[in-house]
Nanobody, 125 residues
Framework: QAQLVESGGGSVQAGGSLRLSCAAS????????MGWFRQAPGKEREGVAI????????YYRDSVKGRFTISQDNAENTVYLQMNSLESEDTAMYYC??????????????????WGQGTQVTVSS
């Protein structure tokens, strides 16, 4: 059974930066995609950024383009999310996801097969 473990969340002032990490283990073959979703209180879970593990294609939601960068270390089975110029609207629980199907461009939560436990990001204005 695959396991995704996130780290790097915390509290920061608006305009600051955080870097999230997600380490994957326990899956016999590679995932097609890994990425990040988030969920704020009272809101639906939404896709933030996804990366195709077999190449370099990345996908971002419009509100984080130019501020967030997703990257990977395939040797370590780890994906990162560098978040700069954070805004109060970025406050949410952030979840790492992994997909065993080639659905990297889809931001639907239903396209994700494995989820981490989440790491909290709080941005104060």
């Amino acid at each position: 059974q695959a396991q995704l473990v996130e780290s790097g969340g915390g509290s920061v002032q608006a305009g600051g930066s955080l870097r999230l990490s997600c380490a994957a283990s326990g899956y016999a073959t590679r995932f097609y995609c890994m990425g990040w979703f988030r969920q704020a209180p009272g809101k639906e879970r939404e896709g933030v950024a996804i990366i195709a593990t077999g190449g370099s294609n990345t996908y971002y939601r419009d509100s984080v383009k130019g501020r967030f960068t997703i990257s990977q270390d395939n040797a370590e089975n780890t994906v990162y999310l560098q978040m700069n110029s954070l805004e109060s609207e970025d406050t949410a629980m952030y979840y790492c996801v992994a997909r065993v199907r080639a659905l990297c461009a889809y931001f639907s939560p239903l396209a994700s097969d494995y989820w981490g436990q989440g790491t909290q990001v709080t941005v104060s204005s």
